[in-house]
C-alpha cells in the first residue's frame, strides 16, 4: 500500500488535495515503461469543487489592479525559471523529449508568464465619437470570468502558462485539467503558481485518468464562461458543440497537416536541414509538424540526399542521453496510427526511402520507439496525405508548378502552419498571402514565440495563443453609452 505521501494532489482552492472519493492512478515513463508515480484521479465533484472556488475568487482577483496582478506573474516568471533544470528533469522522465528540447519548452513556458506580466498593463478601453453631440460611447474590456482549459501532453507545461498567464492577466480565475499522460507536469508548474504566492482559488488543477466527466463539469457548468482547449480536432469538436449549449466562449488549438513546399529557386540542401529540424521535433508529435513535404521535380534529388543523410544520424532513445533527438511516443496506440499509415503507404506504391520500422534493440522494445522515417512518392489518395500523423514520418511529393502546389498545399480540413522556401521575395509573398493556414514560416521553421499570435484556421481551431490577441480571449467588450 502506498501512503498519501507518494500521491501527487490537485490544487484546488490553494490546498492540495486527494480525490473526494480517494481514487489515484499511475503515470509511466514512455522511454522505458517504468512507473514514475501516482497522481489524484478526479472526477466530476472535483471538478465541481474547482469550479466553485474559481468562481468565490473571481471577484478578488479582478478587483486587483493590472499592476497587482502582473506583480504575481512577474514571480511565477522567476521561479520557474529558477527550477528550469528540475522542470527539464520532470518533463523529460515523464514526457520523453531529450533534455535539451525540455530546457527549450521551459524557457518558451516561462516567456508566457513574462510576456503576459506585461500586457496587463495594456487592457487599454475605447472612446468612440458618438452620432449624437450629447451622447458618448466607452468601450471597457473586462474579463471573462471562470476559465476551464484542458491541455496536452506533447508541450506539457508551455501549454499550461499559455492558457494561464494571459487568463491571470486580464483578471479570470481557471480550473485546469493536464493530460492524463503528463499530470505530474502540471503539478509541477502549480507548485510554481503556489509558490508565486497567487491567491487561492485563483489558479486550480484537476487531475483525472478519465477526461470525459471533467470535460462534462467544465462544458455543462454554469459558472464556466470559457473554454480553453489544446488537443485534437475530433475532441475540440466535441467540447466546442457541448459549450454552445450555454453559449460559453471557446478558444481551440487543434490538430494541423502542415505542408513544406522547397521551390526550385531555394537552396536544396539549407531547406531540408530545416525540413529535418522540424519534422523531428518532438518526435514529430507537435501541430505543426510538417505533414506533406512538397519539393519541386528539379530539385528533389539532392533535397532528399541531405534529408536522407542527416535522418540516418539520429538517434532514436532515453531523452537523458547526449546526443538522442529521437525520443519516444506517447503510447502504444500512437506507435499503431505511424505503423498504419506507413503500411497503407507503402502498400499503395510509396517508396520507402528509410526506417519504416518499430524501434526495438537496445532495450528500446520497453518504450514506445519508431524509427525515424521517409516515405517518397506519396500520393493524394494515401492515409498520410490527408491524416495528421504525429510521429516521426516525412512524406514527400514532387510538384510541378507554383499553382499546382499552392492547390495540393491548401487541399485539407487543416490550416494551422504552413512552410515555403524560396529565394524569390514576390514568391514568398504571394504564397503568404495564399496559403489558407493561420502560421506561414517563410525559409524559417519556428514561427513562434510568446509574442506572436498562434493558431489555426478551418478544423485547426478558433482563436489565438500568445501576442495580444492572446489575451483579448480571455476579455469580454463592454459598451457604455452616456447621455450627458
Ligand atoms: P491526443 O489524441 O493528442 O491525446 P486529445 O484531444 O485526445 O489529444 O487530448 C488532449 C486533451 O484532451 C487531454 O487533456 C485529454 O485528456 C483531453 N480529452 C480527451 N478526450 C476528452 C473528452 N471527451 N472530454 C474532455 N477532454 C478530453
Do not use: H, I, R
Given at each position: 500500500m502506498k501512503s498519501h505521501q507518494d500521491v501527487s494532489k490537485m490544487y484546488i482552492n490553494g490546498q492540495w488535495v486527494a480525490a473526494k472519493n480517494q481514487a489515484t492512478f499511475p503515470v509511466y515513463n514512455p522511454a522505458n515503461g517504468e512507473k514514475i508515480g501516482d497522481v489524484a484521479d478526479g472526477d466530476r465533484d472535483d471538478a465541481q469543487k474547482a469550479i466553485h472556488a474559481a468562481q468565490e475568487a473571481f471577484g478578488p482577483w479582478s478587483g486587483r489592479t493590472a499592476y497587482a496582478r502582473s506583480k504575481y506573474l512577474y514571480t511565477a516568471y522567476q521561479v520557474m525559471m529558477d527550477r528550469k533544470e528540475h522542470l527539464a528533469q520532470v518533463m523529460t522522465r515523464e514526457q520523453g523529449k531529450p533534455l535539451k528540447a525540455s530546457r527549450g519548452e521551459i524557457q518558451y513556458g516561462a516567456d508566457f508568464l513574462l510576456w503576459y506580466a506585461e500586457e496587463a498593463k495594456r487592457i487599454y478601453g475605447e472612446t468612440i465619437p458618438a452620432p449624437r453631440s450629447d451622447q458618448r460611447f466607452i468601450v471597457l474590456r473586462q474579463p471573462v470570468g471562470v476559465v476551464a482549459a484542458i491541455t496536452p501532453w506533447n508541450y506539457p507545461m508551455s501549454m499550461i502558462t499559455r492558457k494561464v498567464a494571459p487568463a491571470l492577466a486580464a483578471g479570470c480565475t481557471i480550473v485546469l485539467k493536464p493530460a492524463e499522460a503528463t499530470p505530474l507536469c502540471a503539478v509541477e508548474i502549480f507548485k510554481i503558481f503556489e509558490n508565486a504566492g497567487i491567491p487561492g482559488g485563483v489558479v486550480n488543477l484537476v487531475t483525472a485518468l478519465n477526461p470525459v466527466p471533467i470535460g462534462e463539469a467544465f462544458t455543462t457548468h454554469p459558472m464556466v464562461r470559457k473554454i480553453t482547449f489544446t488537443g485534437s480536432t475530433q475532441v475540440g469538436k466535441i467540447l466546442a458543440k457541448k459549450a454552445a449549449d450555454q453559449v460559453k466562449r471557446v478558444s481551440l488549438e487543434l490538430g494541423g497537416h502542415a505542408p513544406f513546399i522547397v521551390f526550385e529557386d531555394a537552396d536544396p540542401v539549407y531547406a531540408a536541414k530545416g525540413a529535418v529540424l522540424v519534422k523531428f521535433l518532438n518526435t514529430g508529435q507537435a501541430c505543426i509538424s510538417p505533414n506533406r513535404i512538397f519539393v519541386h521535380q528539379s530539385i528533389i534529388e539532392p533535397f532528399i540526399e541531405e534529408f536522407k543523410s542527416r535522418v540516418s544520424k539520429m538517434r532514436a532513445g532515453s531523452g537523458f542521453e547526449d546526443g538522442v533527438s529521437i525520443g519516444p511516443l506517447v503510447n502504444d496506440a500512437a506507435v499503431q496510427k505511424v505503423e498504419g499509415q506507413v503500411t497503407d503507404a507503402v502498400d499503395q506504391g510509396a517508396t520507402l526511402i528509410c526506417g519504416g520500422r518499430r524501434l526495438t534493440d537496445d532495450n528500446l522494445d520497453k518504450g514506445f520507439f519508431y524509427a525515424p522515417t521517409i516515405l517518397g512518392?506519396?500520393?493524394?489518395?494515401?492515409?498520410i496525405y490527408r491524416e495528421e500523423?504525429?510521429?516521426?514520418v516525412a512524406p514527400i511529393i514532387a510538384f510541378d508548378s507554383e499553382k499546382e502546389v499552392l492547390d495540393m498545399a491548401n487541399d485539407t480540413h487543416y490550416g494551422l502552419a504552413a512552410y515555403v522556401y524560396t529565394k524569390s521575395l514576390s514568391r514568398a509573398m504571394r504564397m503568404f498571402e495564399a496559403l489558407r493556414f493561420g502560421i506561414v514560416g517563410i525559409n524559417d521553421i519556428n514561427p513562434t514565440a510568446a509574442a506572436a499570435p498562434f493558431g489555426g484556421i478551418k478544423e485547426s481551431g478558433i482563436g489565438r495563443e500568445g501576442g495580444r490577441e492572446g489575451i483579448a480571449e480571455y476579455l469580454e467588450t463592454k459598451l457604455g453609452g452616456f447621455s450627458v
Open positions: 512518392d506519396v500520393t493524394p489518395e494515401m492515409l500523423t504525429f510521429g516521426p
